[in-house]
T-cell receptor
Framework: NAGVTQTPKFRVLKTGQSMTLLCAQD?????MYWYRQDPGMGLRLIHY???????AKGEVPDGYNVSRLKKQNFLLGLESAAPSQTSVYFCASSGYRVDQETQYFGPGTRLLVL | RKEVEQDPGPFNVPEGATVAFNCTYS??????FFWYRQDCRKEPKLLMS???SGNEDGRFTAQLNRASQYISLLIRDSKLSDSATYLC????????????FGSGTRLSIRP
């Protein structure tokens, strides 16, 4: 039981490049989330998904796209990376009672955009 | 005013001390509350939920004060291993977009 995994762990991009971050969970959770964490800002929700085939915008969705083609996977895409997207990205998952249930986080992806 | 505010610290206390910190929230409709712990360069992990009646888990006690709109975390007999950043989480609805994380309070326990 791996929980929540993320790939890659670290990536350096040049401005304008694109990339996809992959999140996978093996807990059969309905909900999946993508957050970014910046110093002094706390975790901010980028996009989330309430089930396979669904996605919704969070607090800071601009510049990102997501897809949930399979229940266990949630992909975060950066179409044209900008230095402002330098951050640590965390994926999380939880059961459907989002107001009561624990969120389980992946180990994070550190992204540097030059 | 931020929706969820925490004193960023750092709180630097000696081993064995008792330390407490608060988290204030602005939305009176907030329904559920949690404390997460995040070690340096690691992911957040749930420490404990915060119930209306307060709850205790070993050396950790969490309290909710709805009237003043804050939650608190008390750590007794602190250990070196308690050094971490503590994030409060406030949820004011059943939607994932209603979950707000505080920016965290950094705690450092010295020998």
């Amino acid at each position: 039981n791996a929980g929540v995994t993320q790939t890659p762990k670290f990536r350096v991009l040049k401005t304008g490049q694109s990339m996809t971050l992959l999140c996978a969970q093996d807990m059969n959770h309905e909900y999946m989330y993508w957050y970014r964490q910046d110093p002094g800002m706390g975790l901010r929700l980028i996009h989330y998904s309430v089930g396979e085939g669904t996605t919704a915008k969070g607090e800071v969705p601009d510049g990102y796209n997501v897809s949930r083609l399979k229940k266990q996977n949630f992909l975060l895409g950066l179409e044209s990376a900008a230095p402002s997207q330098t951050s640590v990205y965390f994926c999380a998952s939880s059961g459907y009672r989002v107001d009561q249930e624990t969120q389980y986080f992946g180990p994070g992806t550190r992204l540097l955009v030059l | 005013r931020k929706e969820v505010e925490q004193d960023p610290g750092p709180f630097n206390v000696p081993e064995g001390a008792t330390v407490a910190f608060n988290c204030t929230y602005s939305n009176s409709a907030s329904q559920s509350f949690f404390w997460y712990r995040q070690d340096c360069r690691k992911e957040p992990k749930l420490l404990m939920s915060v119930y209306s009646s307060g709850n205790e888990d070993g050396r950790f006690t969490a309290q909710l004060n709805r009237a003043s709109q804050y939650i608190s975390l008390l750590i007794r007999d602190s250990k070196l291993s308690d050094s971490a950043t503590y994030l409060c989480v406030v949820n004011w609805g059943s939607s994932a977009s209603k979950i707000i994380f505080g920016s965290g309070t950094r705690l450092s326990i010295r020998p």
